[in-house]
């Protein structure tokens, strides 16, 4: 069964890493969607696939890499789109 997420994350963490860190870990659990910075320094992301991989992933947006300080995380279902990859977006 699939699923899909969309979280908002705020807080103090370095864009650059963060994505990566997002990246790398959707491409291991094998999840699709994409990760990209806001003009507000919010970042978002989008993950959709298997529905144990989607929590797992979820767990890593919420907790972030090492370093990286969140301080809030918005967190919406969302319909499922067909990615075929996981991709960092630049705005």
């Known amino acids: ?9 705020t807080g103090s963490v370095q864009p650059i890493f963060f994505n990566a860190f997002i990246k790398e870990n959707a491409d291991k659990l ?9 003009e507000d320094r919010r970042i978002e992301i989008f ?11 979820a767990a890593l ?3 972030g890499p ?10 919406r279902d969302s319909n499922f789109q067909g990615f075929s990859e996981f991709k960092i977006l630049k705005i």
């Open 47 to 57: 993950i959709e696939g298997d529905i144990e991989a989607v929590k797992k992933m």
């Open 1 to 9: 069964m699939k699923k899909s997420k969309r979280f908002f994350v």
């Open 61 to 63: 947006c919420k907790r």
């Open 30 to 38: 094998g999840v699709r969607g994409f990760v990209r910075t806001l």
């Open 66 to 75: 090492e370093h990286s300080m969140i301080r809030d995380v918005e967190e």
